[in-house]
């Protein structure tokens, strides 16, 4: 990816400090001019300038996975089915081997004591600027961490607390990518019981869970941010607007790491089965 080879080339098209570039310089060794400064009085546009989209990706990769260790090593105790998601989230990016040996020590210096959560995490808000997609993704990645081994510590939850409270990141929002976490666990546990001779999916008209995403008739008016009441149309209008927000295209031309479009592309297929949901437990065609 062009942002990754001007890193581990040394000659970079874009300005990246402050916490997060002093974090990929311990990694990858280089000094990195400070682009904070900068970046605070540039003007908030929706396309990112030249150069910026490689500062945002780059910025999105180095918080995502130092952030990640710091949650595992919260507890106290970095689990073996913590790594595994961290693991988990490398493959799902396709990282080559010198990226992973990269996303390993960056997860490594997350679990530091002196590891500045708060400063990382408000420069990355900075870098994202208005891109609140970026965030949500963000927010969903760290939540596979939070409920690596099945349930959450309180410890966790409250690093995961303080990382919407510094990216100013609404409770309902966080409540709407919890709902996601949990459908795609259950989904893979739902793919693994089909290859076991289950059905792996029921009729959400019937049952109210829809199997394959783990999304109950609640999740899903959850997930969608409308209300039980709420008429076709108006259902319609939000499953199309969080499709749109969610596009994996769109989100890569705001920032997003083009690794991750896998992980989008999950997120956007939840959406949809919560609409389904809507429908067949509401009788719309």
Not at 114 to 138: G, H, P, S, W
Not at 248 to 269: F, N, S, W
Request: with cysteine; proline share 3%; net charge neutral.
């Amino acid at each position: 990816m062009n942002w990754w080879g001007k890193l581990l080339g040394g000659g970079f098209g874009f300005l990246i400090g402050g916490p997060i570039g002093a974090l990929l310089g311990a990694v990858l060794g280089h000094n990195f001019d400070s682009g904070l400064q900068r970046l605070q009085h540039e003007e908030d546009e929706e396309t990112l300038k030249p150069g910026a989209q490689e500062r945002v990706q780059a910025a999105f990769f180095t918080a995502t996975f130092a952030t990640m260790g710091h949650i595992a090593k919260a507890d106290g105790t970095v689990t073996p089915d913590e790594i595994k998601v961290a693991e988990s989230v490398m493959s799902q990016m396709q990282l080559s081997a010198e990226q992973r040996k990269v996303a390993i020590e960056l997860f490594q210096q997350g679990k530091e004591p002196d590891y500045d959560l708060k400063a990382v995490v408000e420069q990355f808000r900075i870098e994202c600027r208005r891109r609140t997609n970026l965030m949500q993704m963000f927010i969903e990645i760290q939540l596979h961490a939070v409920y690596a081994d099945g349930n959450s510590h309180p410890a966790e939850e409250k690093v995961l607390q303080d990382v919407c409270e510094y990216l100013k990141y609404p409770k309902f929002m966080l409540r709407q990518m919890e709902i996601l976490v949990r459908a795609g666990r259950a989904s893979a546990g739902a793919h693994q019981g089909s290859a076991g001779g289950g059905s792996g999916r029921s009729s959400g008209s019937r049952s109210g869970v829809d199997r394959s995403s783990g999304l109950s008739i609640n999740d899903a008016y959850q997930l969608l941010g409308v209300e039980k009441t709420a008429q076709k149309d108006e259902v319609k209008r939000a499953y199309r607007k969080l499709m749109s927000q969610h596009h994996p295209d769109k989100l890569v031309a705001k920032g997003l790491p083009p690794e991750m479009i896998e992980l989008a592309t999950e997120k956007t297929q939840h959406i949809r089965a919560a609409y389904d949901l809507v429908k067949g437990a509401r009788g719309w065609s």
